[in-house]
T-cell receptor
Framework: RKEVEQDPGPFNVPEGATVAFNCTYS??????FFWYRQDCRKEPKLLMS???SGNEDGRFTAQLNRASQYISLLIRDSKLSDSATYLC??????????????FGKGTLLTVNP | DVKVTQSSRYLVKRTGEKVFLECVQD?????MFWYRQDPGLGLRLIYF???????EKGDIPEGYSVSREKKERFSLILESASTNQTSMYLC??????????FGQGTRLTVV
């Protein structure tokens, strides 16, 4: 089983749609979880951290289920500007201050007019 | 404003050349990473470091080495570049309890 697995996509949705991305991780000791957004030919940038209680930022909602080792991202009322690749990221502590970041392969979202 | 800076946006090198990719961060982060990103394969971890002179192999270290002589700088070295190392290389840094910040990426072409 791969360490971090995401929906392969691509997702093509109309403006205003609600879209959900899912991600599973294999290491139960993983400590921190994030969703990143990557635009074409640019570096990944943090979209939001994911907390155990779930968290919301405007149209974006992230959820974490530690028991199922599952992370999700929900985008409501999608905009053209949401078109990007969304990356699920898991941070693990390898001992002391040694941290490892593992990325899912990413899911491409295209929002159409 | 936090910053991770990679020395080049685009590089073209010949097969067999020794290639240095430099990454500098100004956030006093302990942890630094080198990834390569290829279509369909996502970001794959090459090497990472949690302290000066400390390094750990990632998932695909073959053909690469790294150097971390100072906390702010993490260098990726291709000892003898090959065409299958043509890729986008991304450097990142982080510390406990924060997200990771990325450099702008270096698109390396080996001919």
């Amino acid at each position: 089983r791969k360490e971090v697995e995401q929906d392969p996509g691509p997702f093509n949705v109309p403006e205003g749609a609600t879209v959900a991305f899912n991600c599973t991780y294999s290491n139960s000791a993983s400590q921190s979880f994030f969703w990143y957004r990557q635009d074409c030919r640019k570096e990944p940038k943090l979209l939001m951290s994911v907390y155990s209680s779930g968290n919301e930022d405007g149209r974006f909602t992230a959820q974490l289920n530690r028991a199922s080792q599952y992370i999700s991202l929900l985008i409501r009322d999608s905009k053209l500007s949401d078109s990007a690749t969304y990356l699920c990221v898991v941070k693990e502590n390898s001992g002391g201050s040694n941290y490892k970041l593992t990325f899912g392969k990413g899911t491409l979202l295209t929002v159409n007019p | 404003d936090v910053k991770v800076t990679q020395s080049s946006r685009y590089l073209v090198k010949r097969t067999g050349e020794k290639v240095f990719l430099e990454c500098v961060q100004d956030m006093d982060h302990e942890n630094m990473f080198w990834y390569r990103q290829d279509p369909g394969l996502g970001l794959r971890l090459i090497y990472f470091s949690y302290d000066v002179k400390m390094k750990e192999k990632g998932d695909i270290p073959e053909g690469y080495s790294v150097s971390r002589e100072k906390k702010e700088r993490f260098s990726l070295i291709l000892e003898s570049a090959s065409t299958n190392q043509t890729s986008m290389y991304l450097c990142a840094s982080t510390r406990p309890n924060t997200e990771a910040f990325f450099g702008q990426g270096t698109r390396l072409t080996v001919v």
